[in-house]
């Protein structure tokens, strides 16, 4: 076999530790290279600073920062410190003409140091007083609240049907937002009214206010500030608002008035400051704007006044420094522009444009001096831009070859990779042998992972270069690992076939195809209604398609018709779906009134169709055969109980005989002992017979409510004291400790006596033969208004291996021997009982504790 140089393992390893490092220093340099370019410095640009396209845009940037700074101040030219400003004027854009002509002014000075803040307060609590003829007074809080608790101002309450409070301390404390409420905005009328208060007075009764409500915002730079200082000729902005009849009603605009004049102050102080950073002497720059209409001048340049600056221009644009120079009368004169190439006129015209100051009359003029002696912004870029532009092109030039020799190694290994020289097989690594998708994800989590990692390490804009420069290089060697680790395994699958062989999702439709083989649901789901099925998915397609082609149609071709057939197909589709929705609602009524109860009802289906109908149809078949399969069960039931109370009445006949006559032959006092042993259990037997019958009677008629009761007055927890005192001598022949609890000493409740002795008895009879003997039995009588109840709670001698429920069915005891006495019917005609007197009767197991409760309401 021939040997291939890049089969051999040394090779492999060597052209991977060789591949990442060119990915490495191919990231090194791409970030490199990215990092210069953002310090201004552009590929095959001037070495010369004042020639290269990034001295060009600082250039642009810095006369734009300086016009904007100008137009920004230019409103402290408008007023001195103490002359007034009009808002009105200033908000619409007037000459100033430094009255109060709107009566909303402020002297220049307090706007300037008000706007200088770091934040404006805008947490002032404003009310709004309604006054009896319609129109709005505003108030402080603070103001309202003293004059209420001095006494000046009076809440006037209405009725307190509804709840609400008569407490002036509670309106205050809602008034000033301390609790919450809803209020509405001026125009909904609801203020304290909302919480009881008719209107409000004054200190003589006379009525003031109809209602008060907080002032809110509506967003539009209109929320209530705390005044640093007052306007002119008024103690308060309020107080303009409700004097002046220009502002009466508008404390909105007012306030945003307000807002605008003080962010055109902060502007203007953030100008000062910016013009600061260009002041003579700590900048290599030169500026000067003149207003030539005016002779308003600004500039840096010593000397330079309304009066010279024509003189000074000549001298300014012979110094062979970089420079601009714009006004509207040069057009497409390139004057200005000797010294910085590829700037057009009508691109710096815009700029001062936008900026407002003017369209005609202006002259504006920037220069830097090529010396660079002041240490300031352009000359720190300068530096940057000198120190890096001799790297830019080589480190490039490094990065693009590193990536070639990079993506070379990577082909040499993908055609080596799984072979060696010893055969012809692909070798697979551990790797290799787990699903494809798992491998897959988990490379990509952990690159992922460790990529945001580097990202975020690198992330500071503090860090100096050559850390950042380390950050790419390891983000290199990281991706590289990972990238190669991935497809290299991946080649290795395909070279194998092995790809989709050990794939996750290939082994998952192997799995849903064995089980769909082993099951024919599949089969009987498609076979058992074909029709209906592929009915159903040829109109869905049906419908898509038309809904498509009418949208394409409508959307490409401006097609009315096309748009009103969708339209028209749409709302066929709708009523079909109403149609059918209907149809549902119809079917699930008529089976809701089956299910309860009425077996009669029959669903209509003149208006349904399809299935639908057919179903219902079903329904109401299905609904015949439960009315007459429940006729047949109460009729079964009628002739069990009748079959019961027959017999019951039939045995007890000759019973009553046995009973007499045992009694006769005992009244004859037979000698012979074993005569007398056989009455004796003759006598029992009998009578044990006559309990049984007369239990039967009785759980019969519980059990179908054939009881008359008398239902009277009566003190539960004394008729449980006479059961307790009934039972007492049973309990103790037992060794049955009785633990008692009551927590009144009466409980009321309408009941039949003698019925409900008969349930007290039968369980606590039940107790007494049942329960474990030296055990304690617990009586609690608990009173929870409305109700009362009687729990009782013993252990059972025998195991309880039943539930509650079967233990109160007829027949059923806790003795599953049946050695006790007892028909097994105590229970059962004790639920029962309960029942008929309007009381709830429950059994509770837990192993061998027995619980029984008994709850009537008390009246």
């Excluded at 001095?150 to 309106?171: C, M, P, Q, R, Y």
């Excluded at 990577?410 to 060696?420: D, F, P, Q, Y």
């Excluded at 107790?767 to 003997?773: F, G």
Aim: overall charge negative.
């Amino acid at each position: 076999m021939k040997t291939r140089w890049y089969r051999k393992s040394g090779v492999k390893g060597l052209l991977v530790l060789l591949t990442i490092v060119f990915v490495t220093v191919a990231c090194a340099g791409a970030g490199a290279s990215v990092l210069i370019m953002s310090k201004g410095v552009q590929p095959l640009d001037s070495k010369n600073y004042v020639d290269s396209q990034s001295f060009q845009d600082n250039m642009y940037s810095l006369s734009h920062t300086i016009i904007n700074a100008i137009n920004e101040r230019e409103i402290l030219d408008q007023a001195d410190d103490g002359e007034l400003v009009d808002l009105a004027e200033l908000n619409k854009g007037k000459t100033l003409t430094h009255k109060n002509t709107s009566g909303l002014a402020y002297k220049a000075g307090n706007l300037y140091d008000w706007a200088k803040k770091s934040s404006w307060d805008r947490s002032a609590n404003v009310l709004i007083c309604r006054q009896p003829d319609g129109s709005d007074y505003y108030m402080y809080y603070n103001d309202f609240a003293d004059k209420i608790t001095t006494g000046e101002l009076k809440f006037v309450f209405g009725s307190d049907e509804d709840g609400w409070t008569e407490n002036a301390k509670d309106i205050l404390a809602i008034l000033s937002g301390k609790e919450y409420t809803y209020y509405g905005d001026a125009n909904d009328n609801i203020g304290i009214r909302n919480d009881g208060v008719e209107y409000v007075t004054d200190a003589d009764g006379n009525v003031v206010y109809t209602d008060v409500y907080n002032y809110e915002s509506s967003g539009n730079n209109d929320a209530p500030l705390k005044e640093a200082y007052k306007p002119d000729g008024a103690d308060s902005i309020l107080d303009v608002v409700n004097n002046s009849e220009e502002w009466k009603g508008n404390i909105s605009k007012a306030y945003e008035y307000l807002y605008t004049a003080l962010v055109e102050y902060s502007d203007a102080s953030y100008g000062e400051k910016v013009l600061k950073t260009y002041a003579t002497g700590v900048t290599n720059v030169n500026y000067m704007y003149v207003d030539t209409k005016s002779d308003k001048v600004y500039t840096n340049i010593k000397g330079i006044t309304s009066a010279n600056y024509a003189k000074k221009l000549d001298e300014l644009t012979s110094s062979g420094d970089p420079l601009m120079l714009i006004a509207p009368d040069l057009q497409d004169c390139a004057l200005g522009f000797s010294n910085i190439a590829d700037w057009t006129v009508s691109y710096w015209q815009s700029m001062i444009e936008n900026t407002g100051l003017g369209e005609e009359n202006y002259l504006y003029f920037v220069s830097v001096d090529k010396d660079f002696p002041v240490l300031d912004r352009i000359k720190q870029e300068k530096l940057v831009y000198e120190k890096f532009e001799p790297w830019l092109v080589p480190i490039m030039v490094i990065s693009v070859v590193s990536l070639v020799l990079a993506l070379a190694g990577l082909v040499i290994l993908t055609i080596g990779a799984g072979r060696n020289n010893e055969d012809e097989k692909v070798h697979l690594n551990f790797l290799d042998r787990w699903y494809t998708e798992i491998v897959a994800g988990m490379i990509f989590m952990i690159w992922l992972l460790g990529t945001s990692v580097i990202v975020q390490t690198m992330d500071f804009e503090d860090i100096r270069m050559v850390w950042k420069v380390t950050g790419f290089s390891i983000l290199g060697i990281w991706c590289g690992g990972w990238f190669l680790t991935g497809w290299l395994s991946l080649v290795r699958r395909i070279k194998a076939r092995s790809l989709w062989r050990d794939s996750l999702l290939r082994h998952v439709l192997i799995l849903v195809r064995k089980c769909f083989s082993k099951c024919n649901d599949l089969v009987v789901f498609l076979g058992g209604n074909m029709i209906s099925r592929v009915k159903i998915i040829l109109l869905f397609g049906i419908f898509v398609f038309l809904q498509f082609m009418f949208y394409v149609m409508t959307v490409n071709g401006g097609s009315a018709f096309a748009f009103l057939l969708l339209i028209v197909m749409d709302c066929a589709v709708l009523y079909y779906l109403v149609k059918k929705a209907w149809g549902r609602e119809q079917i699930i009524a008529g089976l809701k009134k089956i299910t309860d109860g009425e077996l009669q009802y029959k669903i209509p289906t003149e208006k349904l169709s399809g299935e639908q109908e057919q179903v219902a149809d079903y329904i109401n078949h299905i609904g015949e055969g439960l009315d007459a399969a429940v006729e047949n069960s109460l009729k079964n039931e009628r002739m069990k109980t009748e079959l019961i109370t027959n017999v019951s009445h039939d045995i007890k006949t000759p019973l009553t005989s046995i009973i007499n006559y045992v009694d006769l032959l005992k009244r004859e006092n037979p000698e012979d002992p074993k005569i007398r042993g056989y009455l004796e259990v003759l006598e029992n037997k009998a009578q044990r017979l006559k309990v049984l019958t007369e239990d039967v009677v009785e759980a019969s008629k519980a059990s179908t409510g054939n009881t008359t009761l008398e239902m009277t007055d009566l003190n539960f927890i004394e008729l449980v004291h006479q059961v307790i005192g009934e039972f007492e001598e049973k309990f103790e022949e037992r060794n049955l400790t009785m633990v008692v609890h009551f927590d009144e000493e009466e409980a009321i409740i309408c009941a039949d006596g003698r019925r409900l002795w008969r349930v007290l008895e039968n369980v606590f009879g039940n107790a007494s033969k049942y329960a474990m003997e030296n055990t304690r039995v617990y009586v609690d009588v608990k009173v929870d208004r409305p109700n009362v109840q009687l729990s009782l709670k013993n252990i059972s001698a025998q195991p309880l291996n039943i539930s509650a429920d079967e233990l109160t069915e007829r027949f059923i005891r806790g003795d599953v021997s049946r050695n006790t006495e007892g028909s097994g019917l105590g229970l059962s005609i004790a639920k029962d009982l309960v029942r008929l007197q309007g009381g709830e009767f429950k059994l509770y197991l837990d192993g061998d504790l027995f619980k029984v409760t008994i709850e009537f309401k008390m009246k």
